[in-house]
């Protein structure tokens, strides 16, 4: 019975949880290009009269509308945007499956070295293995000014 269930590792949760991160994303900018184009498609009403000032006064309701949803849709749009380039970078960062581990060929056996290469000191022998981050030298200022007043000195005389 409870071998039908699936043991789910760490990686798969990763990915699982990137998958859906970019789901909603996408369905977030899906849902904002669909009220946009609702809303570009609604009619407009050019509204034409002799006086300014009563134009004005009745353009600027409708204006101060289409202005907030301009904004609500561009927040939206945004934020599912963000969204979804975080969905897409969890997925890009989920740990590779270990499978050149499984199966990994196994080397031919090694001749044995001969008694000279053998004399040589093992740091020649062995190739150096530099660290992946770069290495970093923080000199405290005080150690800076001692370093310099030597120099100073030496060449005012």
Not at 32 to 49: K, R
């Amino acid at each position: 019975m409870f071998n039908s269930f699936k043991i789910i590792n760490f990686r798969d949760k990763i990915a699982i949880s990137g998958i859906t991160v970019l789901g909603i994303g996408i369905a977030l900018l899906i849902f904002t290009f669909a009220s946009a184009y609702g809303f570009l498609t609604d009619s407009f009403q050019v509204i034409s009269t002799q006086d300014l000032v009563q134009s004005f006064g009745e353009a600027l309701g409708p204006l101060i509308a289409t202005a907030i949803r301009v904004m609500y849709l561009g927040v939206m749009g945004w934020i599912g945007s963000l969204i979804t380039i975080r969905g897409v970078t969890i997925i890009a960062n989920t740990p590779k499956a270990e499978i050149g581990a499984m199966q990994k060929p196994q080397a031919p056996p090694q001749k044995p070295m001969p008694q000279q290469a053998k004399a040589k000191p093992e740091r020649e022998a062995a190739p150096e293995v530099k660290s992946a981050e770069p290495e970093l030298v923080v000199i405290p200022l005080e150690e800076m000014e001692q370093q310099q007043t030597p120099q100073n000195s030496q060449a005012s005389p």
